[in-house]
């Protein structure tokens, strides 16, 4: 069976320092993978999606970056953390060709202090 | 405009209520439907898709009203595990592109 990884669970970080979250998924090959940011009592806000390795697709501007090194692996980057960056992430995937049904990682919660 | 529109409730009803939650979108390109349910601090978790058949599973009964861009979601018979957020998703294929959107969601409390 599938399963999607994402680590760490929570991370207290300062204004001005870096990031970088990863995510892995398991028992399933050419997934497309998702990042989506949640900010308290908001709705989903996807950032990025990824058809393949090395293929991004930004959804908005921001502070932040995403990558794809390797087929089942997504990470998600900034070089410079702001108050505002501060929200739950969550990476998700679904299988190609599909209704899109998307499956989700246990998610990181980050506060920029 | 959003592309979902969901009451965000909260909605707090006995055990054993019947209770039900509506949600519209605004793309007619619109593909797919679905509710998630999300517990508190936690991630998003598909509880069904939604067909324009009506389709049930359990205690779940999902409706789509495509002419009227409308989903609705029933629970019968209220459990106190229900208490949750749902969130209303639909799929929109645009150019490259096959992505969800979310509703902001549903609280439900279930009462004992």
């Known amino acids: 069976s599938q399963t999607i990884h994402q680590w760490p669970a929570t991370l207290v970080q300062p204004v001005g320092s870096p990031l970088s979250l990863e995510c892995t998924v398991e028992g399933t090959s050419n997934p497309n993978l998702y990042w989506y940011r949640q900010a308290a009592g908001r709705g989903l806000q996807l950032l990025f999606y990824?058809?393949?390795?090395?293929?991004i697709s930004s959804e908005v501007p921001q502070n932040l970056s995403a990558s794809r090194p390797q087929d089942r692996q997504f990470i998600l980057s900034s070089k410079k953390l702001l108050l505002s960056d501060s929200g739950f992430y969550l990476c998700?995937?679904?299988?190609?060709?599909?209704?899109?049904?998307?499956?989700f990682g246990a998610g990181t919660r980050l506060s920029v202090l | 405009r959003k592309e979902v529109e969901q009451d965000p409730g909260p909605f707090n009803v006995p055990e054993g209520a019947t209770v039900a939650f509506n949600c519209t979108y605004s793309n007619s390109a619109s593909q797919s439907f679905f509710w998630y349910r999300q517990d508190c601090r936690k991630e998003p978790k598909l509880l069904m898709s939604?067909?324009?058949s009506g389709n049930e599973d359990g205690r779940f009964t999902a409706q789509l009203n495509r002419a009227s861009q409308y989903i609705s979601l029933l629970i019968r018979d209220s459990k106190l595990s229900d208490s949750a957020t749902y969130l209303c998703v639909v799929n929109i294929k645009q150019t490259g592109a096959n992505n969800l959107f979310f509703g902001t969601g549903t609280r439900l409390t279930v009462i004992p």
């Open positions: 998700a995937w679904s299988v190609k060709g599909s209704k899109n049904i998307q499956y």
């Open positions: 939604v067909y324009s």
């Open positions: 990824s058809v393949g390795i090395g293929q």
